[in-house]
């Protein structure tokens, strides 16, 4: 698809609001209520530019009602009402009623199309075809907005005018898109949309179907990235919208000497109809869908699509990556694209890593993005570097020389570079290739800053390489190791204080067996006692364990930052030499898993402490995902994590595999998943898809687990073999959902609770990660201040073999899998 004219102009219209055009007409341009129009009748717009009335398009012989531009032949039409349901005869009326609703009706007095019954009070409502296109029905003569109970610009058809909002209305969830007619004969919703998509930086897709054909890229300020050449003189005002009530494109006409529309045809072109106040004859001056480069995706990842004079494409891949099947791209097949050829060191890629800027360039697909509006330049790159798995970044605004920070994390999609226009691109690359480049291509003065960097690199880390192994033979290289790590602690404003190894050592009465509390993927934990007296639980990083310094750096930088009550406390932490451990305020009643699946400690509790338990977890995850300062999504949620204190309450512990989502991000991908069976989502364990959502059915499990007393993978009931999960199913079906209730608990409960929590389990398991409520939901649910609707069909497994065809690193017992990735 080509837009050759830049930002929201190429999907929009240059319309004129004020025509200069003196038009003569008797016709009216609003009926009240009671009032209506009939087949050979119309309204006209006050200015004479458009009408609306009945109409056949092509050679179709059905009826429908629409708008159309008065002066201009062939028949233009721009937005139609009853697309899907045409008339077949000629005796179709349009009326508006008391209600302030639109009603087109047939021969026999049947409704055939309605417009939506607004929320607002109405007053003495009246329907008007404005000056502008739009078909509204507002209260009384108001003008304003505010006044609209409905408008036709609500709901666009294939056809987008000046005024036009393309995006989303957040607060209602009204979505605004162009879709085509099927053929030039049926105005019904043809195959191809044009939306706005509001993964990450909000951006704009073409599709056919649900499947991906073209994009026009996110908006930088100026234009979307995606068309950046302007082919016309600037005659127009375009503005995009970001707030946290909409998220949306418009454009407002300036030239009042011309006209022009933006039209999504049939076969999924995109075409702008131009024309002026003194001809009313149509001219095409752009048509998409010529250039293979618009094509999404057409390099695959981590390359870059060109066309030569001739129009042909071809790929190129990034500095520092290679083709992925070289045999496929030496016959210019690059769809599979490219992979690193170095991978960087991410343990010290802050210091070792960089960045090739590419200029006139198409931004990637910024669906894994994150943005800020206030950070500059420099503090993105500074960001960027922070994270493993971010691979490149850009200004969010190029006005006055650039704003804002857009980063992005995992593939690198659809990306082209334009002989002008564009912005500039940072892509991430290791030092090693930063060197390689230097030494092929030579170039001045870059040449001379790398080999600098390069050089001071060099000798940074021979400095370092000799004092340690002089200050090693001293036996004080361990303090040094602590002091490097505390300084990047600093670096991120985390305050948390260091233990010596000698006062931990004293504290577990160097870590004595007696003391040892139990143990997990990240190592043993145990029991210590301060000088002052304070109980401490020391979990010490296990040479043998699959997890490593990210784990244990990420878990301290995300609890250090987290105050909640029913969230695990850490106290401080201890690094040095070899030794990497985390000291917590200290549990006496270990973990919830330590009581509910034994026979004996499961008596102590009793209804009211599980339902406490259920509670209290659900108040900590809310507050991970929605009430802390960073988002985040904690993917070992089980009930082995959730600790237990003197008074029974709980507190969500082990955040080694936790993630933090950024800006408004809601979901994220990863090749590898890391977590416990039984209590991973469907789709994280086949897909690696996660979100809040996937922490959700994880809670679900746990509720269930909890009325049960029953674990959830070692459950299986004797007649069909069913998990746990699919045992609350069949009870629930079958009206006996009373009968998953622990055995032990009898009849000491309150069965209205037990029924609540079963309900929202399996609400929290089911199957699809959308029909799943939201924590802040879950709380409401399980305090009796929100109806539960039905649950559906809840996702589980059966068997070891249906997950590990998909997953090659999980593990069949209670200990947490995991993988050394970026986070």
């Not at 708008?67 to 028949?75: A, D, E, K, Y």
């Not at 043998?544 to 995300?558: A, C, D, P, T, Y």
């Not at 199913?729 to 009373?738: G, I, T, V, Y």
């Amino acid at each position: 698809m080509v837009y050759n004219i830049i930002s929201c102009s190429y999907l929009y219209i240059w319309f004129l609001l004020s025509s200069y055009m003196t038009v003569t007409s008797t016709s009216l341009d609003s009926i009240a209520v009671s009032e209506s129009i009939r087949e050979g009748e119309t309204l006209v717009s006050a200015d004479g530019t458009f009408e609306v009335g009945f109409f056949s398009p092509g050679n179709s012989t059905g009826r429908y009602l629409g708008v159309w531009h008065r002066n201009i032949t062939p028949l233009t039409v721009i937005w139609v009402a009853n697309r899907e349901t045409p008339l077949h005869n000629n005796s179709g009326v349009l009326k508006l009623n008391q209600s302030g609703v639109l009603v087109i009706l047939n021969s026999t007095n049947n409704s055939v199309w309605s417009s939506n019954i607004s929320s607002q009070a109405v007053s003495n409502p009246i329907s008007q075809l404005l000056n502008s296109g739009n078909l509204v029905v507002k209260n009384g003569q108001g003008t304003d907005e505010d006044q609209f109970l409905w408008q036709s610009f609500d709901y666009p058809g294939d056809t987008f005018l000046s005024g036009m909002k393309l995006g989303w209305n957040l607060e209602t969830g009204l979505e605004r898109f162009l879709s085509s007619w099927k053929s030039e004969d049926d105005p019904a919703k043809g195959d191809y949309s044009i939306k706005l998509d509001l993964r990450g930086y909000p951006q704009i897709f073409r599709f056919k179907g649900s499947s991906i054909e073209s994009r026009l890229g996110s908006w930088n300020g100026l234009t979307f990235t995606g068309y950046p050449t302007r082919l016309v003189a600037p005659k127009d005002r375009y503005e995009f919208v970001l707030n946290e009530k909409e998220v949306y494109c418009e454009n407002h006409l300036i030239d009042r000497s011309m006209f022009s529309i933006y039209t999504l045809i049939p076969s999924g072109v995109g075409q702008n109809l131009v024309w002026t106040s003194q001809t009313s004859s149509k001219q095409v001056i752009s048509i998409g869908g010529e250039d293979p480069c618009e094509s999404y995706g057409f390099c695959g990842a981590y390359s870059i699509c060109k066309t030569d004079d001739n129009n042909f494409p071809s790929c190129e891949c990034l500095k520092g990556l290679v083709p992925k099947f070289p045999e496929q791209w030496n016959v210019s097949n690059g769809s599979n694209g490219c992979v690193p050829r170095n991978k960087s060191d991410c343990s010290n890629s802050t210091n070792t890593d960089g960045f090739w800027r590419y200029t006139a360039m198409k931004l990637p697909d910024t669906s894994s993005s994150w943005y800020s509006k206030t950070m500059n330049n420099e503090e993105c790159r500074i960001l960027c570097l922070k994270n493993c798995s971010c691979t490149s970044f850009a200004n969010l605004d190029i006005r006055n020389g650039g704003s804002g920070c857009l980063l992005w994390f995992h593939d690198l999609i659809d990306m082209r570079q334009f002989s002008q226009g564009g912005q500039d691109l940072y892509i991430r690359v290791p030092a090693s290739e930063l060197e390689v480049h230097v030494a092929v291509n030579g170039h001045g003065d870059n040449k001379k800053k790398l080999v600098g960097i390069t050089v001071g690199v060099i000798f940074t880390v021979l400095t370092t390489f000799v004092t340690t192994m002089t200050l090693r033979k001293r036996g004080v290289a361990s303090k040094i190791y602590g002091t490097h790590f505390n300084n990047r602690l600093r670096n991120e404003d985390i305050d948390l204080p260091t233990f010596d190894l000698a006062i931990i050592t004293k504290a577990t009465e160097n870590f004595s067996s007696s003391n040892k509390l139990g143990e997990g993927g990240f190592g043993p934990v145990y029991k210590g006692k301060l000088n002052d007296g304070q109980l401490i639980a020391v979990k010490r990083l296990s040479n043998k364990s699959g997890q490593g310094i990210e784990e244990f750096k990420n878990e301290v930088v995300l609890i250090a930052q987290l105050q909640h009550r029913n969230l695990v406390k850490l106290l401080a932490c201890c690094i040095q030499g070899e030794e990497k451990m985390l000291i917590y305020e200290y549990m006496p009643n270990k973990s919830l898993d330590y009581f509910i699946f034994d026979e004996t400690r499961r008596k102590v509790l009793d209804w009211a402490k599980r339902f406490n338990i259920i509670t209290g977890i659900a108040r900590g995850l809310l507050y991970l995902h929605q009430d802390s300062r960073l988002r985040i999504i904690h993917r070992d949620l089980k009930t082995s994590n959730v600790l237990l204190d003197a008074n029974l309450d709980p507190k969500i512990s082990d955040f080694g595999l936790a993630r933090i989502f950024l800006g408004d991000q809601v979901e994220a991908n990863t090749n590898r998943v890391a977590g416990t069976y039984g209590y991973m989502s469907p789709e994280y364990a086949v897909f690696g898809h996660f979100s809040m959502k996937s922490d959700v059915y994880s809670y679900g499990v746990i509720i269930l687990e909890i009325v049960s007393g029953k674990k959830n993978r070692e459950f299986s009931d004797p007649e069909h073999y069913r998990n746990l999960l699919g045992h609350a199913w069949k009870l629930w079906a079958d009206e006996r959902a009373l009968g998953l209730l622990d055995e032990v608990l009898g009849e000491r409960c309150t069965l209205s609770e037990v029924m609540r929590c079963i309900h929202v389990g399996l609400l929290c398991v089911q199957q699809r990660s959308e029909d799943r409520p939201d924590m802040s939901s879950v709380v409401l649910m399980l305090n009796g201040e929100k109806l539960l609707p039905k649950p559906k069909f809840p996702g589980f497994y059966t068997e070891v073999h249906s997950l590990s065809a998909n997953c090659d690193l999980c593990s069949a017992n209670g200990i947490s899998i995991t993988v050394l990735d970026g986070r």
